[in-house]
Nanobody
Framework: QVSLVESGGGLVQAGGSLRLSCAAS????????MGWFRQRPGKEREFVAV????????YYADSVKGRFTISRDRAKNTVYLQMNSLKPEDTAVYYC????????????????WGQGTQVTVSS
């Protein structure tokens, strides 16, 4: 049983930083891609960033490129999302997701999801 548990959300002022964590358990993730998605109020869930567990290849949404960094610690089975230069429009519930195989940006391609963590950026 795969379990993904996010943490690190909170309230921050515009221009500030947060680091989200996603602790993964339940199987070996060496062939998995791990993604971060977010859902803003009244909006569809959208792709933020993704990383392959094995090789560390990454891909970002244009809206976060240059501000957010996704990384993973294989020893800790944890994926991170470092968020810098935060903007009010980054306010959302952020979700960690996992799928076996290649990088994808579509939420429907992911099999496992965490419960989400709220990020609120004040102006």
């Amino acid at each position: 049983q795969v379990s993904l548990v996010e943490s690190g959300g909170g309230l921050v002022q515009a221009g500030g930083s947060l680091r989200l964590s996603c602790a993964a358990s339940g199987r070996t993730f060496s062939t998995y891609a791990m993604g971060w998605f977010r859902q803003r109020p009244g909006k569809e869930r959208e792709f933020v960033a993704v990383i392959t567990w094995s090789g560390g290849s990454t891909y970002y949404a244009d809206s976060v490129k240059g501000r957010f960094t996704i990384s993973r610690d294989r020893a800790k089975n944890t994926v991170y999302l470092q968020m810098n230069s935060l903007k009010p429009e980054d306010t959302a519930v952020y979700y960690c997701a996992a799928r076996q195989g290649s990088l994808f940006t579509a939420a429907a391609m992911y099999d496992y999801w965490g419960q989400g963590t709220q990020v609120t950026v004040s102006s």
